[in-house]
C-alpha cells in the first residue's frame, strides 16, 4: 500500500511539474495556488537567518518561478504576492523582465532574473539573466546579453523611439556593499528577436561630477550607503530626474562612499536619438529636507533608521 502511494504522488507530482516537448509547463495546478509556495520561498530568500538558507532557498524559488513562466498566461499575471520579486512589462509589450537579489554575508548581494519575451504566434521564451556584475572591470562601456548581465533591480521603465527603433528604458538599483549603493539607466531592446542590454545612446561626458572616458552604454549614479537618492522619470516633463550627486569636496573624487544628494536636481532628456544631460533643473521634488542641527557637507547625512 506504501508503495502504491509513493509511486501515486510520484506521478501527481510529476504531472503537475513536467515541462512539455517545447517546454511548456502542464497546468494542472493554477499560477495562483503555485504563487502562495512561490511567495513563501521568496520570504525565505531575503529573510533567511543564514547565508546558507538564503541560497538554498534561492535555488528553489528560481526553479519554481522558471516553471510558471512556461505557463501561457504568465506574460499577464502580476505576481503580486511575491514581495521580493520585481516584475516590469516593457512598453512595447515585446517582453518582461523579472529581476530579484540575495543578501550575503559579506554586506554584498547576488542579483538574479529571467525575461519572458514574446515570439511569433503568441509563444513566448523563458531565458535566465546570468549577473557577471563582479567579473565587469567597465560595465558603463560594454554592451551586455542575458548570458552577461550587469544585474539589478529594475523598479521603472518607460519607452523612446527614434525612427524605427524602439529603445525601452529601465531604470535599477543595486544596493552594493556595506559602503556603496548605485542606480542605473539601461537601455534594453530586441535585435532580431535577440535581447539586448545597452547602447551608445548617451551623450552626457558629464554627470554628476563624473566624466566618462568614452561614449557609455549605460548610466552608473554611485553614491554613500548612508543617505538616499532619487533618479526617477517623470513623464509629466519627458525626462529623467535625479538629485546631482557630489563629494564634499574635490579630494574625495570617485571616491563613492563620500557622493551624495547636494539638494540640486539634473535631468536626462531624449532628443533625436540620443540622451542628453540638462544641469540645475528647476524641480519641485514636494519634499522638505528636516533641519539638521549642523550643516551637512553636500547633503551626506546619515539617513534614519527605519
Do not use: C
Not at 8 to 32: H, I, K, M, P, R
Amino acid at each position: 500500500m506504501k508503495y502504491l502511494t509513493l509511486v501515486l504522488t510520484t506521478l501527481f507530482f510529476s504531472s503537475v511539474f513536467a515541462q512539455g516537448e517545447e517546454g511548456g509547463a502542464s497546468e494542472n495546478v493554477s499560477l495562483a495556488e503555485l504563487e502562495a509556495d512561490l511567495a513563501l520561498l521568496g520570504d525565505k530568500v531575503v529573510t533567511g537567518k543564514h547565508e546558507e538558507e538564503r541560497l538554498q532557498s534561492n535555488k528553489e524559488f528560481t526553479l519554481a518561478l522558471e516553471e510558471m513562466l512556461y505557463y501561457e498566461e504568465a506574460f499577464e499575471y502580476p505576481f503580486e504576492k511575491v514581495k521580493n520579486l520585481s516584475k516590469l512589462t516593457a512598453e512595447s509589450e515585446q517582453f518582461r523582465l523579472f529581476t530579484w537579489l540575495v543578501p550575503l554575508k559579506d554586506g554584498t548581494f547576488s542579483y538574479y532574473g529571467f525575461a519572458l519575451v514574446k515570439k511569433k504566434k503568441g509563444v513566448t521564451e523563458v531565458i535566465e539573466l546570468s549577473d557577471k556584475s563582479t567579473s565587469l572591470e567597465s560595465p558603463e562601456y560594454d554592451w551586455l546579453k542575458p548570458e552577461k548581465w550587469f544585474g539589478a533591480i529594475y523598479y521603472q521603465t518607460f519607452e523612446v523611439k527614434h525612427k524605427k527603433k524602439r529603445y525601452q528604458v529601465y531604470l535599477g538599483y543595486r544596493p552594493g556593499d556595506r559602503e556603496v549603493q548605485e542606480k542605473l539607466v539601461e537601455v534594453v531592446y530586441l535585435d532580431n528577436n535577440k535581447l539586448t542590454f545597452g547602447d551608445k545612446v548617451f551623450e552626457t561626458p558629464v554627470i554628476s561630477d563624473y566624466k566618462y572616458d568614452q561614449r557609455p552604454y549605460r548610466l552608473r549614479f554611485r553614491y554613500s550607503k548612508k543617505v538616499v537618492a532619487s533618479l526617477k522619470y517623470k513623464p509629466e516633463l519627458n525626462m529623467i530626474v535625479m538629485d546631482h550627486l557630489s563629494p564634499p569636496d574635490a579630494s574625495f573624487q570617485r571616491d563613492w562612499k563620500m557622493y551624495g544628494p547636494d539638494f540640486s536636481y539634473d535631468g536626462i532628456y531624449w532628443d533625436n536619438g540620443k540622451f542628453y544631460l540638462k544641469k540645475q533643473i528647476e524641480f519641485d521634488s514636494g519634499l522638505q529636507p528636516a533641519a539638521p542641527i549642523e550643516r551637512p557637507k553636500q547633503g551626506l547625512s546619515p539617513s534614519k533608521e527605519d
